[in-house]
């Protein structure tokens, strides 16, 4: 070998040796760097940074569904990857997303997440269990719903595998979202940043009155709409209620109680969750968010809200009205009211399994208390942090959200707060959220990641009636199941006085696209499924 050879090798090997000592001597000198120059990280010493994983465990709110739905388009205006796009100008940041297309499939299905968040987890499905109240039975088990178990892509069945795979190849078993969470810890290169937002659905079912099995409740007006839906919706509809498969009244003090996660069983299974993820990890900072009073969304209504709507078709709400009804119960409304159907409003407004007293109200509000309570006593560990989520939200919705003039509040469509489902953040609250957690992670960590423009945000928001006349824009997407209602109601003229699509539909039509709508809604409940394949509603599963 010639000597300019030799000296060659001499060269990289000397190179890649200093390489080598400053990567592993950055915490001495980075620091200095990093504590002199705060506010602009991104500079060459970025070159020896190991990267922070930034992963999340959670529900929709993390998933990023708005209008009762997934896709891309939600996702990339939900509050997580508002705090990964911040975050990443302050630290090397590693954040992978399960993207989705408008119908739901993944978009790329090879790449790891480390957005782990699945629409409709709770603090027991998080870790695949189904819970025993809400499922009516003995004890808590294993559901395979709540776990990604599929070897191929095309054999998705459900969002769990859509989310979280291929984590479940790479670990060597079906997993949940601890499991990957835990599996993300383990296989991890450098530091880790885990936010931790599960505990919202303990207490959904029994504000959405929809959902859940044995039976799964669906807030409607059974018996007064039962006439104006397609024959074989109102016959499968009634056949489950006839078997115990659908209820029709989810606001009883008895099923709000079934539908809400004991306070014993929220904590026992909040323990076991931080044991298995041990909180003790060096490197990981863990952040916990709070609950926001989930009673206090936008989809359920009350005697403002009914008359806001109902008297722009001639309508007024009696005054002695003071309970609250789903988004699903007042769609049926409007409908009726709208076809001249008036006398059926009463008996509707009447019927204490559709309304919310006050009293159910306060029972909610004061689990979510509680469950806050249980979540607050992690805060004093070391790598713990507690995010005020849920103050700041409730004080959001309470006093109303103040961004470039215009007042955000909690009431569906006018609020400007939700989505149409009246349940999920619009844009601009979903960047308030993104401020709030990045406020915690800035406060503990030393970071100084800036905030979002919440007026720049707004002024780009589809959820935001911006014309005042109660209705809006939403964004333009297809729909299905409870979307197709949802989008009944979005403004085509948001901007102009104007009346909102739903003005331009016959009664009939209306009826028809609510019926199908309810139609796909249960042909997910296997009692109802079988049925509607033996009378041939459906063609037969292979």
Sequence with gaps: MSNRKKGCILFFFLAGLAATAMIFCWPAAGQERLGAKKTSLRTNSWLFLPRTTLLAVGDSLTQGTRDATNNQYFLQNAYLQRVASKLSLVLPLKFSQAWLDVNGNRLNPLTVPTNLGVDGEDIFSVEGYEYYKRAGSSSNYVSSDYLCDRLQPYLFTDMHDKVLYPINILAGKPVSQIDALIWHLNNRTGPAIVTFWVGNNDAALSTLGLGGKNPQYLPIPFDQIKDKLKPVVSYLLNYGKNQGAIAFDPYTAAHIEHNLTDTSDFSNQLNRLVTRINLNRTGVQYFFLTYPYYQEVGYLMGNEDLEFYLSKLGYSI???????????????????????????????????????????????????????????????????????????????????????????????????????????????????????????????????????????????????????????????????????????????????????????????????????????????????RTEAERIGVVPLKK
Aim: proline share 5%.
């Design 318 to 528: 009696p005054e002695s009205f003071n309970g609250r009804v789903s988004l699903l119960t007042f769609f049926c409304l409007y409908a009726l009211v709208k076809e001249g159907e008036v006398s059926r409003v009463p008996l509707i407004l009447g019927n204490d399994g559709l309304v919310m007293s006050g009293y159910e109200s306060l029972t909610i509000k004061n689990r979510i208390d509680y469950f806050n309570a249980i979540i607050s006593m992690l805060n004093g560990r070391p790598n713990v942090h507690i995010v005020p989520t849920g103050d700041k939200l409730n004080k959001a919705f309470s006093t109303g959200l103040q961004v470039n003039g215009y007042t955000l509040t909690r009431n569906w469509g006018r609020g400007g707060s939700f989505s149409l489902d009246g349940v999920h953040p619009g844009h601009t609250v979903q960047a308030h959220i993104a401020n709030i957690l990045l406020d915690e992670i800035n406060k503990s960590l030393g970071l100084n990641a800036p905030l979002w423009d919440l007026a720049s945000v707004l002024a780009s928001d589809p959820y935001v009636d911006f014309d005042g006349d109660g209705w809006v824009a939403g964004p333009n997407l297809p729909a299905s199941g409870r979307t197709k209602i949802l989008y009944l109601f979005k403004d085509y003229q948001e901007g102009v006085q104007g009346p909102a699509v739903i003005d331009t539909m016959t009664p009939g039509e209306v009826w028809s696209l609510i019926s199908d709508a309810l139609l796909e809604e249960i042909l997910g409940i296997s009692l109802i």
